[in-house]
C-alpha cells in the first residue's frame, strides 16, 4: 500500500501513514462532468412570469383600413400593447415555471464520481494541470497532524501553509480576484475570486474553519460534506486539497 508524508503544523513531516484505497481509483472526468452539472441542475429553482404579465389591459382592435397595424390598442388611447412586439406587451417565449430541470444520476455514478475526483486530489500532475501552484517537494495527498484543526487565526493558518509549501496558491487567488462582469455586479456578487486551497477536517466544530474563512479562494469541508462539485469546481477535477490525519482516517474507512 502505498505511503505519503504527513506535515506538522510547524511544515516539517512528521511521520508516514497509508494511502487509502479510494486515492487508487480511475480518473473519470466524464463522470465527474455529469455528477456536478446533475447537482447544478437540482438545485435550480423554478422561475418564469405570471401568467398574466403584460396581459392586464382593456384593449381593442381598430381592424383594417386606418393604415395602421392591426395589433391590441388601448380601448381608451391608441398606444399598441399586449404583443411580444409591444411595449408593455408580453414576452414572446417566456420561461415556465412547471419546467422540470432535474437530472437524474445513479447513486453509483455521483459515487465514483465523488471517488474519482478525490483520486485527482492525490495526482500532483492533474493539481498542477488545473493551474494551482505549490512547491515540487510536497508529497500527495496532503496530509497535516489533527492540531491543523485547533487554529482560528487567519495568519497563522497562512504560516501553515506556507511553511507546508502550499501558500503560493493563495496568492494566486488573491492577485486573480476581478470585477465581475455584467449585472452580477449590481446583485452582491461585484468580485469573483478564483477557486484555491480545500481543507478537508473531520470535526465540524473545528476552529479552523473560522480563520480559514478569511483567505481567498480557501473553503473548509468535513468528510461528510465532501461532494464531486466542491472537489472539482466547474467539472475540473484536481482541487489543491489538505486533508488532516483524522480526514484520511475516515476516507479510508468508505471502502472497508
Not at 486515492?23 to 447544478?40: G, H, M, N, Q, W
Not at 381593442?60 to 395602421?68: E, I, L, N, Q
Amino acid at each position: 500500500m502505498a505511503q505519503t508524508n504527513v506535515y506538522s503544523v510547524n511544515g516539517e513531516v512528521s511521520g508516514t501513514i497509508d494511502v487509502p484505497e479510494v486515492f487508487s481509483y480511475e480518473y473519470r472526468p466524464d463522470v465527474i462532468k455529469k455528477s456536478i452539472l446533475a447537482a447544478a441542475a437540482n438545485k435550480r429553482q423554478p422561475y418564469g412570469p405570471n401568467e398574466r404579465s403584460g396581459m392586464r389591459h382593456s384593449v381593442s382592435t381598430w381592424g383594417k383600413g386606418r393604415g395602421v397595424a392591426r395589433v391590441q390598442r388601448l380601448h381608451d388611447g391608441r398606444r399598441a400593447t399586449e404583443s411580444p412586439n409591444n411595449v408593455s406587451g408580453r414576452r414572446a417565449h417566456p420561461p415556465r415555471p412547471e419546467r422540470i430541470w432535474d437530472q437524474k444520476i445513479n447513486k453509483k455514478e455521483s459515487r465514483l464520481a465523488r471517488f474519482s475526483a478525490i483520486a485527482a486530489t492525490g495526482s500532483a500532475d492533474c493539481v498542477r494541470e488545473r493551474g494551482h501552484q505549490f512547491d515540487d517537494s510536497v508529497s500527495f495527498p496532503i496530509v497535516i497532524e489533527d492540531e491543523f484543526q485547533n487554529i482560528a487565526g487567519t495568519s497563522e493558518i497562512n504560516e501553515v501553509l506556507d511553511s507546508i509549501g502550499i501558500g503560493y496558491d493563495i496568492e494566486r487567488a488573491k492577485e486573480g480576484t476581478k470585477i465581475r462582469a455584467g449585472r452580477g455586479k449590481m446583485r452582491n456578487r461585484r468580485y469573483r475570486t478564483p477557486t484555491s486551497i480545500l481543507i478537508v477536517v473531520s470535526d465540524r466544530e473545528a476552529p479552523v474553519f473560522m480563520g480559514a474563512s478569511n483567505l481567498p479562494g480557501v473553503d473548509v469541508e468535513t468528510v461528510s460534506t465532501l461532494s464531486a462539485s466542491i472537489l472539482a469546481p466547474g467539472g475540473d477535477a484536481g482541487r489543491l486539497t489538505l486533508y488532516t490525519r483524522s480526514a484520511i482516517a475516515k476516507i479510508g474507512e468508505w471502502t472497508q
